[in-house]
T-cell receptor
Framework: GDSVTQMEGPVTLSEEAFLTINCTYTATGYPSLFWYVQYPGEGLQLLLKATKADDKGSNKGFEATYRKETTSFHLEKGSVQVSDSAVYFCALRGTGFQKLVFGTGTRLLVSP | DTGVSQDPRHKITKRGQNVTFRCDPISEHNRLYWYRQTLGQGPEFLTYFQNEAQLEKSRLLSDRFSAERPKGSFSTLEIQRTEQGDSAMYLC??????????????FGEGSRLTVL
């Protein structure tokens, strides 16, 4: 079945450092790919998405590119802030399906 | 507040008891989803509704679990004869369907279940 694998955390960075959180997926067809973020005490919220190969999703300085050849959707940000500390979830939605399949999440801790 | 709301936020119960969670989706959303999240894991899909119709159920949803959305608005998730393994965060999400599905789900803050 469809699945998502993302790097284990926590990822600990200093403010203004470069961030990469790796995400790879297994799916048949052409899934849509998502990054969701969960800030402390809040519900999950969509950060960005991409619906076809080579699409780049971006939001709040974060970017991820849908790479079908490597089945990856890595999350990047050039300069993280303390306020980016949260848990990040990579997810996919398979072709013809409504449900999202999530990875296990990666906790990001950014120190001043 | 027009977000997804869930109630109760935290429920502690003894093994064998029944519990019910309620979800109120964003008012104009006609799709509603239930997920379960255990510590250190991502959300796992349980079931989803389009209006009042339950269109998909996960194999995770054993016979002890039942979900309803009788009028296509709020939904309830009932767990009968709770077991310690049912301890988790139960997440509700909703999404609009206007013929153009963006794929985005809007999540509530969850209902945490602790089974003693």
């Amino acid at each position: 079945g469809d699945s998502v694998t993302q790097m284990e955390g926590p990822v600990t960075l200093s403010e203004e450092a470069f961030l990469t959180i790796n995400c790879t997926y297994t799916a048949t067809g052409y899934p849509s790919l998502f990054w969701y973020v969960q800030y402390p005490g809040e519900g999950l919220q969509l950060l960005l998405k991409a619906t076809k190969a080579d699409d780049k999703g971006s939001n709040k300085g974060f970017e991820a590119t849908y790479r079908k050849e490597t089945t990856s959707f890595h999350l990047e940000k050039g300069s993280v802030q303390v306020s980016d500390s949260a848990v990040y979830f990579c997810a996919l939605r398979g072709t013809g399906f409504q449900k999202l399949v999530f990875g296990t999440g990666t906790r990001l801790l950014v120190s001043p | 507040d027009t977000g997804v709301s869930q109630d109760p936020r935290h429920k502690i119960t003894k093994r064998g008891q029944n519990v019910t969670f309620r979800c109120d989706p964003i008012s104009e959303h006609n799709r509603l989803y239930w997920y379960r999240q255990t510590l250190g894991q991502g959300p796992e899909f349980l079931t989803y509704f389009q209006n009042e119709a339950q269109l998909e159920k996960s194999r995770l949803l054993s016979d002890r679990f039942s979900a309803e959305r009788p009028k296509g608005s709020f939904s309830t998730l009932e767990i009968q004869r709770t077991e310690q393994g049912d301890s988790a965060m139960y997440l509700c999400a909703s999404s609009p369907f206007r013929g153009q599905d963006t794929g985005e789900l809007f999540f509530g803050e969850g209902s945490r279940l602790t089974v003693l």
